[in-house]
Each structure stands twice: as structure tokens, then as C-alpha cells.
T-cell receptor, first 109, second 116 residues
């Protein structure tokens, strides 16, 4: 199973874009990159996922590098409610998710 | 869509008793559900994969006789913590493989278990 590496914490000013990086250098060709976030004492919330192409939905954008070894989750206009732990996960062929330590994002007023 | 519920949301029990936690997919059918546990300030750790109509697959180091999993229908999986001890106190979270967004897991809100 491909491992992911994320910075342990980041701060972002409210209203600004939050760019959360993730390294997954051992990813295989058919493995998807998923992003979730977990607000304190709740279950993880699905944000977005992708394989090769950049993806955008109502919550965020996902930029995957051409070699697929890293990706960036972009929250275009961060709000205080976006304060959470963000997890980048590579889904293996067995469909299991192996969670890393995630990035604790703090949005500052 | 793709809502997963858990019941109870929290439970306190005495040491030596058994506790059952239910995980339901409310608006979709899930052939596969997953059970995780999470200790304070730590990440989620996968415990087992639950497939409807068959035996669960446990991760290494997880005692299958202690954590009994039953996935009797396409919308319900249960986790029973048998003979609970204080070290079993944790946040238990289930997820279900979505239908509309294939292979995306949707998570329940979690169950906080405290064993006295």
C-alpha cells in the first residue's frame, strides 16, 4: 500500500486559499488519491478524489502532478469552519484506506 | 446522499461486559463496510473489513474473538466488543463503500466507548 506524507500542521488566514500538500511517491498507476477531513470528534468527511487529472467540486480542487508522486488540495476561500485534520489517502487495490497522520489546518480569523 | 449512521453515539460500560455498535448505510447499499478505531490525538486505524454475507477480514494484531463483526445485510454491520476492558476505550468509526461514487468510503459519525 502506498504511503502518504503530509506536513503535521498549517495555518491559513480566513478568506485566503489553503493549499495542503501530500507526497505519495510510491503510488501505483491505478491507485486513486482521496482527501478527507475530520473535525474534532466526528467521522471523516469525504472531500474529493482523483486519478491523474485535476479535479474540482463545490468543496475544493485537487491538483495532481504529472508524475502522480504528489498532490495538493486547495480550499479556495478558507473559513473558520474549515479548521480540521485533513487526510490524504491512496486507495489500494484491496480498497482499504490506510490513514496517515494528516495535516492539522487551523484557519485564523 | 451516501449517509452512514452509527448507534449509539456514545456508551459507557463496566469492565467485563460486551457492547454492540451498529453501522447503517441509510440511502445506499454497501457490500463492504470497514471498522476503524481512533485513540485521542491519533489517526484512524483500520481494524477490519466487513463483507455482506461472509466473514470479516481482520487487520494484523486485531483479535477477532474480541471484536466480533457481523454484516448480515447490505445496510447493516455490527461490531461487538466482547469482555470490554478500560484499554478498549476509544472512538470507533465505521465506513461503507459508496454506491454512486464507487469505491469511495463514507464514514459514520463515530461511537465513543468508555469502559470503566
Amino acid at each position: 500500500d502506498a504511503k502518504t506524507t503530509q506536513p503535521p500542521s498549517m495555518d491559513c488566514a480566513e478568506g485566503r486559499a489553503a493549499n495542503l500538500p501530500c507526497n505519495h511517491s510510491t503510488i501505483s498507476g491505478n491507485e486513486y488519491v482521496y482527501w478527507y477531513r475530520q473535525i474534532h470528534s466526528q467521522g471523516p468527511q469525504y472531500i474529493i478524489h482523483g486519478l491523474k487529472n485535476n479535479e474540482t467540486n463545490e468543496m475544493a480542487s485537487l491538483i495532481i502532478t504529472e508524475d502522480r508522486k504528489s498532490s495538493t488540495l486547495i480550499l479556495p476561500h478558507a473559513t473558520l469552519r474549515d479548521t480540521a485534520v485533513y487526510y490524504c489517502i491512496v486507495r489500494s487495490g484491496t480498497y482499504k484506506y490506510i490513514f496517515g497522520t494528516g495535516t492539522r489546518l487551523k484557519v485564523l480569523a | 446522499g451516501a449517509v452512514v449512521s452509527q448507534h449509539p453515539s456514545w456508551v459507557i460500560c463496566k469492565s467485563g461486559t460486551s457492547v454492540k455498535i451498529e453501522c447503517r448505510s441509510l440511502d445506499f447499499q454497501a457490500t463492504t463496510m470497514f471498522w476503524y478505531r481512533q485513540f485521542p490525538k491519533q489517526s484512524l486505524m483500520l481494524m477490519a473489513t466487513s463483507n455482506e454475507g461472509s466473514k470479516a477480514t481482520y487487520e494484523q494484531g486485531v483479535e477477532k474473538d474480541k471484536f466480533l463483526i457481523n454484516h448480515a445485510s447490505l445496510t447493516l454491520s455490527t461490531l461487538t466488543v466482547t469482555s470490554a476492558h478500560p484499554e478498549d476505550s476509544s472512538f470507533y468509526i465505521c465506513s461503507a463503500d459508496g454506491s454512486r461514487n464507487a469505491d469511495t468510503q463514507y464514514f459514520g459519525p463515530g461511537t465513543r466507548l468508555t469502559v470503566l
